[in-house]
């Protein structure tokens, strides 16, 4: 199985600041990785598809990069509604495979 | 508007059974492969396995082969996940989510098993 390490677990921030969420695969996964959103009691939210591709409806300080096995999540300008557990997906290999989640909360 | 709304969730003792649905609206439900994903109480997301458009393949998790069976009715545009040998590590909110970017997911199903 394709391991993905996500990091930090954790993360605090303030309003206004550049966030960065980081997902390391154990191997080659090419560009098949998404990320999602879940806030509380909610069903994960698609952020960014296929490392770089924004889902409709997403805000646009929301940006993904990498390729292989290092891939980024960017949130350019926090906002209190960013407030949430985020998560990466590798659908490159079976069985899919998710991160560990980074926790996001406002400083 | 895409919707999946699952139902059957509740307590089951551990060795039993439980059908899960997932009920899908909004696109052409037999055009999409479509997956099952749960997620534990400490919050880890788990993928169970996902079926082709017209439910003749299916692929799971090694974790759960075996025990779990995905179908799909394309008539009603809804598709199953049946549960058995349950364990207490199958205690999760289940959810099924459009094999398509993984884009669209339900609001989830909890299953809990204890005796």
């Known amino acids: 199985d394709i391991q993905m390490t996500q990091s930090p677990s954790f993360l605090s921030a303030s309003v206004g600041d550049r966030v960065t969420i980081n997902c390391k695969a154990s191997q080659n996964i090419n560009r098949y990785l998404n990320w999602y959103q879940q806030k509380l009691g909610e069903a994960p939210k698609l952020l960014i598809y296929n490392a770089n591709s924004l889902q409709t409806g997403i805000p646009s300080r929301f940006s993904g990069s990498g390729s292989g096995t290092d891939f980024t999540l960017t949130i350019s300008s926090l906002q209190p509604e960013d407030v949430a557990t985020y998560f990466c997906l590798q659908h490159n290999s079976w069985p899919r495979t998710f991160g560990g989640g980074t926790k996001l909360e406002l400083k | 508007e895409v919707q999946l709304v699952e139902s059957g969730g509740s307590l089951v003792q551990p060795g039993g059974s439980l059908k899960l649905s997932c009920v899908a609206s909004?696109?052409?439900?037999?055009?999409?492969?479509m997956d099952w994903v749960r997620q534990t109480p400490g919050k880890s997301l788990e993928w169970i396995g996902e079926i082709n458009t017209d439910g003749s393949k299916t692929n799971y998790a090694p974790s759960i082969k075996d025990r779990f069976t995905i179908s799909r009715d394309n008539a009603k545009s809804t598709l199953y996940l049946q549960m058995s040998n349950v364990k207490s590590d199958d205690t999760a909110i289940y959810y099924c989510?459009?094999?398509?970017?993984?884009?669209?997911w339900g609001q989830g199903v909890m299953v809990t098993v204890s005796s």
């Open positions: 909004g696109f052409t439900f037999s055009n999409y492969w």
């Open positions: 989510t459009r094999n398509n970017r993984f884009d669209y």
